[in-house]
């Protein structure tokens, strides 16, 4: 049966906007304050699967959260009317306001950790949606992700999904952002890699010192149980703490994989000579294995966190070979995009590189890579699928439409204590699920 890795992007939320939010996000901190543009955002993730669409590859839609989060503030003790809560929080704590306006849910690689039917015990693609406990502005998005999640992948047959992780520190998740899949084909059973930044329960785990490590080994093996996956198929792989200390804040900034390649910074892992060794071990695939280590000297480790090389998408194309779908930054370094020029010619299947301007998107600290979920599904499974997410040149144009239509041009902090910010928010995402058919799925629908 032939399977298909479909890509499910985030569509950026109405409220998109900078505030600084992500402590070791360099790109995150640098634009704090900075004048958002929540249309021009939109438009330009579309635009991506619009693109992707034309290659031939199956795209999805993911819907964004609703914001702000007024259930999580009224749990911190706010009272009263919307108005007065917000007018309340912009007064009294701002940065409260400021985490519960984010948009950071376009980010879908953090939305969840997926696993193939074809790795899974029971045959069924598995999917436990993130605690990302790391940070409070993303450890509130759990319970509406699972909710989404559910109404996309709605069949019992084909999908089973979990909860997320039990939240705190301990089994911090920040979802597929920290996990790879090296195969033959997204069909055949393949080797899955998860890169955590640090054991929870062992003081002798190595461990960053100027930024958090956001994932860790307890998280990634947990996920590993519930998705009934193979021992001798899976390996835990420790992200080496010098890069999370030089903004390499999930292994996606730092290592991309696709099907039997893995583009990878030669200070991605700790001991790295070790962990090469053992995927090269574990791989079971009849295809070569192409493990494309990057050296500092060709791009050092802050032009790839600058760039967001690793942060691109790997693809397989319909007709053969492979795409990388990287930043427009990329192509503007000069010593990022010489290299890129070599790697096309090498001796690799990525014949391909495409560049796309996300520059929304990039200044909050997220770039092609972060704003989809891979989801490996079988003819059937894509079949199971809630059809109304999956992208088409119809939707496209109903998206643009409704984005000219409820998005504005501009956004600022002094603007997240206005009553009709909300309501534009929660007037756009109503008619959104409806476009999309999900139901109920945000709190103020349900309420």
């Not at 911190?76 to 519960?100: E, M, W």
């Not at 089994?171 to 790879?180: C, K, L, Q, T």
């Amino acid at each position: 049966m032939h399977y298909y890795e479909v890509n499910f992007d985030g569509l950026v939320g109405p409220s998109h906007n900078y505030a600084g939010l992500s402590f070791g996000n360099v790109a995150s901190q640098k634009n704090a304050t900075n004048i958002a543009n929540p249309k021009q955002a939109a438009l330009q993730g579309l635009a991506k699967m619009k693109a992707m669409h034309d290659e031939g590859l199956v795209q999805g839609v993911f819907a964004p959260h609703a914001r702000p989060d007024l259930r999580t503030l009224r749990q911190l003790g706010f009272t009263g009317t919307d108005s007065y809560i917000l007018n309340q929080v912009s007064r009294q704590a701002p940065h409260l306001l400021k985490a519960c306006y984010s948009a950071s849910s376009m980010w879908t690689a953090n939305a969840a950790t997926v696993s193939s039917s074809s790795d899974c015990d029971d045959n069924k693609v598995h999917f436990t949606a993130a605690n990302l406990a790391n940070k409070f502005h993303r450890a509130i998005e759990a319970p509406t992700t699972e909710r989404l999640l559910k109404a996309m992948f709605n069949n019992e047959d084909s999908f089973a999904h979990h909860s997320a992780l039990p939240s705190g520190v301990h089994f911090s998740d920040e979802g597929a952002a920290n996990h790879m899949r090296l195969c033959d084909t997204h069909g055949h059973q393949g080797l899955n890699l998860f890169v955590y930044g640090t054991s929870s329960f062992d003081p002798t785990s190595p461990k960053p010192s100027r930024y958090p490590a956001r994932q860790s080994l307890e998280a990634s093996q947990a996920i590993a149980r519930l998705h009934q996956l193979s021992e001798s198929q899976t390996l835990f792989i420790q992200q080496n703490p010098n890069v999370i200390d030089a903004g390499v804040f999930h292994n996606d900034v730092i290592a991309v994989a696709n099907e039997n390649v893995m583009l990878f910074h030669e200070h991605a892992f700790l001991n790295s000579d070790e962990v090469i060794s053992q995927i090269t071990n574990a791989f079971q695939g009849q295809r070569p294995l192409h493990l494309i280590e990057v050296k500092e000297h060709h791009v050092g480790i802050n032009d790839a966190v600058g760039s967001y090389l690793f942060n691109s998408q790997l693809v397989s194309l319909p007709f053969g070979g492979m795409a990388l779908i990287a930043p427009s930054e990329c192509q503007h370094h000069d010593q990022v995009a010489t290299y890129l020029a070599l790697l096309q010619q090498a001796d690799n299947p990525i014949s391909q590189i495409h560049y796309f301007d996300l520059n929304q998107s990039m200044q909050n600290g997220g770039g092609p890579a972060c704003l989809r979920l891979r989801v490996p599904l079988s003819a059937k499974e894509l079949g199971a699928v809630n059809q109304h997410c999956l992208f088409s040149t119809h939707l496209y144009h109903s998206l643009c439409q409704w984005v000219e239509k409820h998005y504005r041009d501009r956004l600022t902090e002094i603007d997240l204590a206005d009553i009709s910010l909300l309501n534009e928010c929660q007037i756009a995402l109503d008619e959104l699920t409806q476009m999309l058919q999900l139901g109920s799925v945000y709190d103020f629908q349900r309420e």
